[in-house]
C-alpha cells in the first residue's frame, strides 16, 4: 500500500536555527497537509496546500513557517527560526481530492530545539 | 471555527470486552467524521471513517455512530485484543473543504490481557 514518507524521523537543531522537514506525499494525491503533536497533546492542523499554494493555515503557522512543493514528489515544512516551543512531532499527511477522501499520515518527524 | 472534545481520556479494558469512546464537536456544518489509531512512534492511521449522510458503519470489530441532532460520534471496539492498544482520535472536518481537519485531544487504551 503507498505509504507518506518523511524524512528525517528525527532533528536535533540549535535554538534559531532553520530546519526543513522533508516528505513524500501518496503519488497520485493532490492535497497536502503539515501536522504537530506537542508530546501528549492532540494533534492540530498547521496547513494545507493545493496546486502549488497554501489553501488554509492554521494561527500556529505564523511567518516563521513556509511550505514549498519544490519538485514533483517532495513536500517541505520550513521554520525559518526555531524556538524552544517547537519541539513537536511534526506530521505529513496527503490526500486524493477535495471530496474529504482520507487523509494519509507519515510516522512524523520529531523535532528537537535545544 | 471547529471544536472536537473527546471522552474519555483513558481507557482501560479487560480482553474480550468492548471499548467505546466518544466525540463532540461544534460546527453544524462538519460533515466528515475520521477515526485514527496511533501506535507509539507511528503516525495517526485511518481505521473508519463516517460521513453525514449515514447514521453507522461497520467494519469487521469496529464501528462508528453519529447523532448529527446531537453533535456526536462514537467509536466502537468489540472482542477487544492486546493489539488494539493504541491511542485513538477523532476528528472532523467538512465536506468539499479537506483543509482544516480538527482532532480531539485523543484517548489513550488499554487492553489488557
Known amino acids: 500500500e503507498p505509504e507518506v514518507t518523511q524524512t528525517p524521523s528525527h532533528q536535533v537543531t540549535q535554538m534559531g536555527q532553520e530546519v526543513i522537514l522533508r516528505c513524500v506525499p501518496i503519488?497520485?494525491?493532490?492535497?497536502f497537509y503539515w501536522y504537530r503533536q506537542i508530546l501528549g497533546q492532540k494533534v492540530e492542523f498547521l496547513v494545507s496546500f493545493y496546486n502549488n499554494e497554501i489553501s488554509e493555515k492554521s494561527e500556529i503557522f505564523d511567518d516563521q513557517f513556509s511550505v514549498e512543493r519544490p519538485d514533483g514528489s517532495n513536500f517541505t515544512l520550513k521554520i525559518r527560526s526555531t524556538k524552544l516551543e517547537d519541539s513537536a512531532m511534526y506530521f505529513c499527511a496527503s490526500g486524493p481530492t477535495q471530496s474529504n477522501q482520507p487523509q494519509h499520515f507519515g510516522d512524523g518527524t520529531r523535532l528537537s530545539i535545544l | 471555527g471547529e471544536n472536537v472534545e473527546q471522552h474519555p481520556s483513558t481507557l482501560s479494558v479487560q480482553e474480550g470486552d468492548s471499548a467505546v469512546i466518544k466525540c463532540t464537536y461544534s460546527d453544524s456544518a462538519s460533515n466528515y467524521f475520521p477515526w485514527y489509531k496511533q501506535e507509539l512512534g507511528k503516525g495517526p492511521q485511518l481505521i473508519i471513517d463516517i460521513r453525514s449522510n449515514v447514521g453507522e458503519k461497520k467494519d469487521q470489530r469496529i464501528a462508528v455512530t453519529l447523532n448529527k441532532t446531537a453533535k456526536h460520534f462514537s467509536l466502537h471496539i468489540t472482542e477487544t485484543q492486546p493489539e488494539d492498544s493504541a491511542v485513538y482520535f477523532c476528528?472532523?472536518?467538512?465536506?468539499?473543504?479537506?483543509?482544516?481537519?480538527?482532532f480531539g485531544a485523543g484517548t489513550r487504551l488499554t487492553v489488557k490481557p
Open positions: 503519488s497520485n494525491h493532490l492535497y
Open positions: 476528528a472532523a472536518s467538512k465536506e468539499g473543504n479537506n483543509n482544516d481537519m480538527r
